[in-house]
C-alpha cells in the first residue's frame, strides 16, 4: 500500500536549474557562474520592477486581485484582445497544467513532440491522462505530420512549442496553420511561445495571429524569459472565453501574487528596454551557433534565446567540464545540451569551456 497514487513512480520529477560551482579567477577571486541553464535573459529585472515589488510589498498582508483584472486588461489591451480572451497563472508551465486539467479526463491523450519542454509529460501524467510523445524529425524539429497522425478519439489537447525549448526549432506559418486546421475541432492545441520575443524568422508567426475564427486555439505566453521575471512567476494565455473561463475555474485561487502583479504591470511599461536586451542576446546568437558548430557540434539553427548542441554520449562529461569552468547548462541525459545565451561574456566563457571539453 502506498499513500500516495502509485502511478507518480513513472513520472519524471522537473529537474531544477543547479547550483554552480565555486570558480576562481586567474587571481584567485572567485568568478561569479555564467548561469546558462535556464533560458533567462542575464540583464536583470527590468527598471520600475524592484521598485514595483517594494511598494506592492506595503500591502502584503491583503489578498491579491484573484481575477488579475489590471494585469489582464493591459495584456488584453498591448495585444488587441478582449480581456475575457486573457487568463494569467503562476507562470505558463502552471497554465498549462490547468490547461490538461481544463480538458483531460483520466486516460485522455495529450499530444506533443519530444524532446519539447520537460514539463509537458510531468504535468499531463500528474494529472492522469496520458501522455503521446511523437519524436522529432531528423534535424530536431516538431514532425507535424506524424503529432496529425497520432491524433485519436481521445486526445484532448496538443501542445506545440514555437521556437522549442530545447532545440531551438521553429515551425512556419504555412506548416503551423496547415497542422492548426487540420485537427479535430474538439482538440485544443496549445501554441507555447515562451520565445516569441527572440523570434526573428518573419516566416514564424505570432500565434495571436491564428486565434481570430479558431476557437480551439490557445497561445501560452511568459513574463519569465524576455521580460525578466522568471523569479516572479507569471504566464498568461490567450484563447476563448470558454478556455479562460474554463481556467479560472480550475487554477488554484490567488495564484498570482500581489507582487508579480505589480511587476508585471511595471515591467509591461518597459517595452522599449525589454526589446533591447532580447536584441542584445539575439545579436550574440549567430556567434554562439557558429562556435559552437566549430567545435564540432551539428546544432540547428534555433529561434530562442538558447542553442541545442546534439552532444549525444559525450553529454555528462561537456556538462561536467562546463561545471568546472563556472558554467551551467542543461544536459538532457545522453542527447544533448541546452545552453541560453548569456552576455558576451558568458557566452566566451561557455565557448572556452566547450573547447577545453572537446
Ligand atoms: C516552452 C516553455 N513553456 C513554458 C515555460 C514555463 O515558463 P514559466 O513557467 O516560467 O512561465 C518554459 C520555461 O522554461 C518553456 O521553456
Redesign the pocket.
Known amino acids: 500500500m502506498t499513500l500516495v497514487r502509485p502511478d507518480l513512480v513513472n513520472l519524471p520529477a522537473y529537474v531544477p536549474g543547479r547550483k554552480p560551482a565555486d570558480v576562481l579567477d586567474a587571481a584567485g577571486h572567485p568568478l561569479p557562474p555564467a548561469r546558462l541553464a535556464?533560458?533567462e535573459v542575464p540583464y536583470g529585472p527590468l527598471p520600475g520592477v524592484p521598485e514595483a515589488i517594494a511598494e506592492a510589498a506595503a500591502d502584503a498582508h491583503r489578498y491579491p486581485d484573484a481575477g488579475c483584472m489590471a494585469l489582464r486588461e493591459r495584456l488584453a489591451g498591448l495585444h488587441g484582445l478582449d480581456i475575457s480572451q486573457v487568463a494569467t497563472g503562476?507562470?505558463?508551465?502552471?497554465l498549462?497544467e490547468h490547461l490538461v486539467r481544463a480538458t483531460a479526463l483520466t486516460g485522455d491523450e495529450v499530444v506533443f513532440s519530444w524532446r519539447?519542454?520537460e514539463?509537458y509529460p510531468i504535468v499531463v501524467g500528474s494529472h492522469s491522462a496520458t501522455p503521446v510523445r511523437v519524436p522529432n524529425t531528423p534535424s530536431y524539429a516538431h514532425d507535424l505530420a506524424a503529432m496529425r497522425a497520432a491524433v485519436t478519439d481521445r486526445t484532448r489537447l496538443v501542445f506545440v512549442?514555437n521556437p522549442?525549448?530545447p532545440t531551438g526549432t521553429a515551425l512556419h506559418r504555412d506548416e503551423l496553420v496547415d497542422f492548426v486546421d487540420s485537427l479535430p475541432s474538439g482538440v485544443l492545441v496549445v501554441i507555447?511561445e515562451?520565445?516569441r520575443e527572440f523570434v526573428t524568422d518573419a516566416d514564424v508567426p505570432d500565434g495571436l495571429e491564428l486565434l481570430p475564427g479558431r476557437e480551439h486555439v490557445v497561445v501560452?505566453r511568459?513574463?519569465?524569459?524576455a521580460w525578466g521575471m522568471?523569479g516572479l512567476?507569471?504566464?498568461w494565455l490567450a484563447g476563448t472565453p470558454e478556455v479562460t473561463e474554463a481556467i479560472r475555474k480550475v487554477i488554484t485561487t490567488f495564484s498570482v501574487s500581489s507582487l508579480a502583479q505589480a511587476a508585471a504591470l511595471a515591467a509591461l511599461d518597459q517595452t522599449a528596454e525589454m526589446r533591447r536586451r532580447c536584441d542584445l542576446v539575439i545579436a550574440e546568437r549567430p556567434r554562439v551557433l557558429e562556435g559552437v558548430r566549430k567545435l564540432g557540434f551539428d546544432a540547428p539553427d534555433t529561434q530562442a534565446n538558447f542553442v541545442w548542441l546534439p552532444s549525444g554520449e559525450a553529454t555528462p562529461a561537456i556538462v561536467a567540464t562546463c561545471d568546472r569552468h563556472g558554467v551551467i547548462v542543461r544536459g538532457f541525459g545522453t542527447e544533448g545540451i541546452r545552453v541560453t545565451i548569456g552576455t558576451p561574456e558568458e557566452n566566451d566563457r561557455f565557448l572556452a569551456a566547450l573547447a577545453d571539453a572537446v
Open positions: 535556464s533560458n503562476c507562470g505558463s508551465v502552471a498549462a519539447s519542454f514539463a512549442c522549442n525549448n507555447d515562451a520565445y501560452l511568459t513574463l519569465s524569459k522568471a512567476r507569471v504566464g
